[in-house]
């Protein structure tokens, strides 16, 4: 009569059963890379569709709230609401490079030396970054002067506007969320791609 | 003055809730591509998961409107009148 015990007599029973596999270990370097860029650690990992889609998803919300808001959406410094950039800075140099552009290209530091959105009847000088009066000339456009430096020329610009509009109510909250959803997902893009094994030879997904 | 995209926030006061579909569909893109064991059913898993988080918020809107115009109203009449 044969033996109706799958397990051989004499042998470990626990051995018997399916043993779970040890956790992998972590990736710190795809992890950066995915902060670097959305979807560059799984890309790193060999897991080149999910790469592509988290990639998609994160940009997506990004470039949807950048519309949406404007510059002021991502704003580490002035707009009341800084915090969310805590959420808005895992979407990693996406985020901190359009602070920076806008902090340097898109605010004016004015005689305090105090860097501000720019009210919307100034200018910012190009070379200084002071602001600078917009007046409207006699057929409706709006012209502002600036001078250089070192110079005794002042330089007129026609038409002038302020460097950016200010965003309020919904377009401000919904381009800032927008923005931090993007952020918070890319940071479980990044703990995934810290704790994921690299995919088998072949077997990308 | 012109409008700068990107720059320049949206005039997007009167349809603004629209934004609702593409917010829940770039978090099913991303949150489905990490969760799911393989992606044979992504696409599908992620049209589900659009449309469960845009009746939900729908939901929520419709729960927080009647606690504001039936409930509050409710307890302030009864404050009032007590």
Redesign the interface.
């Given at each position: 009569m044969p033996d109706p015990s799958p397990v051989p007599l004499g042998s470990n029973i626990s051995a018997a059963r399916p043993v779970k596999a040890p956790p992998a270990p972590p990736q710190p370097l795809a992890a950066l890379l995915a902060f670097a860029f959305p979807g560059a650690g799984h890309l790193f990992l060999g897991y080149r569709?999910?790469a592509v889609?988290?990639a998609?998803?994160?940009l997506?919300?990004f470039?949807?709230g950048?519309?949406?808001?404007?510059?002021?959406?991502v704003d580490r410094k002035e707009n009341g609401l800084w915090f969310w950039f805590y959420g808005q800075m895992w979407t990693g140099p996406l985020a901190f490079g359009v602070d920076y552009l806008h902090q340097t290209e898109?605010k004016v530091i004015d005689h305090r030396g105090a860097i501000r959105s720019a009210a919307p009847n100034e200018f910012r000088n190009p070379v200084t970054g002071a602001p600078e009066l917009i007046n409207v000339d006699e057929n409706g456009v709006?012209w502002a002067k600036y001078q250089v430096p070192g110079s005794t020329n002042a330089i007129v610009v026609k038409p002038a506007?302020?460097p950016?509009?200010?965003?309020?109510?919904?377009?401000?909250e919904?381009?800032t969320?927008?923005i931090a959803?993007?952020g918070m997902?890319?940071l479980?893009?990044i703990i995934?791609a810290m704790f994921k094994p690299r995919a088998a030879p072949g077997h990308a997904? | 003055?012109?409008y700068?995209?990107?720059?320049?926030?949206?005039?997007?006061?009167d349809s603004?809730y629209w934004?609702l579909i593409?917010?829940a569909?770039?978090?099913?893109?991303?949150?489905?591509?990490?969760r799911l064991q393989?992606?044979e059913k992504?696409w599908r898993q992620v049209a589900i998961m659009t449309t469960q988080i845009v009746i939900g918020m729908i939901l929520l809107g419709a729960a927080s409107y009647l606690v504001v115009v039936a409930y509050v109203r409710f307890i302030a009449e009864r404050i009032a009148g007590g």
């Open positions: 569709a999910r889609r988290i998609a998803g994160v997506l919300l470039i949807v950048l519309g949406i808001g404007g510059l002021d959406a898109f709006p506007y302020p950016k509009r200010r965003s309020s109510g919904r377009a401000s919904l381009g969320l927008f959803i993007a997902l890319n479980v893009a995934d997904r | 003055m012109p700068r995209p990107f720059i320049d926030p949206l005039t997007i006061h603004w934004l593409p917010m569909l770039g978090i099913a893109l991303v949150y489905k591509a990490v393989t992606l992504y």
